[in-house]
């Protein structure tokens, strides 16, 4: 099982970005799918998560913000981020609860991508 995260890149306070994650691999499906961040000097933390059933999570830093979503069928979680202020700014990581064929679920993560907001 992988995951692969893409969308970061540099933006401007104000402006928005759209984040991806696709799992890929053998596995009977998905759990809780989320994004963390890291900023420089600071612990991984969770910015937004989702169930299976589409319940949804937000650090309050980003409430109203940020929106998290998912499509079951591309196996693909994505974040929305608008009004993106610099604090904002840090690698930004996706992971999932995946459930294996064995029936035992695993946490995987992404790679990682950058978001860097200039002011």
């Known amino acids: 099982v992988q995951l692969q995260a893409s969308g970061g890149g540099l933006v401007q306070a104000g402006g928005s970005l759209r984040l991806s994650c696709a799992a890929s691999?053998?596995?009977?499906?998905?759990?809780?799918m989320g994004w963390y961040r890291q900023a420089p000097g600071k612990q991984r933390e969770l910015v937004a998560s989702i169930t299976k059933h589409g319940r949804t999570n937000y650090a309050d830093s980003v409430k109203g913000r940020y929106a998290i979503s998912r499509d079951d069928a591309k196996k693909t979680v994505d974040l929305r981020m608008n009004s993106l202020e610099p604090e904002d700014s840090g690698v930004y990581y996706c992971n999932a609860d995946v459930v294996l064929r064995s029936g035992f679920a695993r946490t995987y993560w992404g790679q990682g991508t950058l978001v860097t907001v200039s002011s």
């Open positions: 691999g053998t596995f009977l499906g998905i759990n809780d």
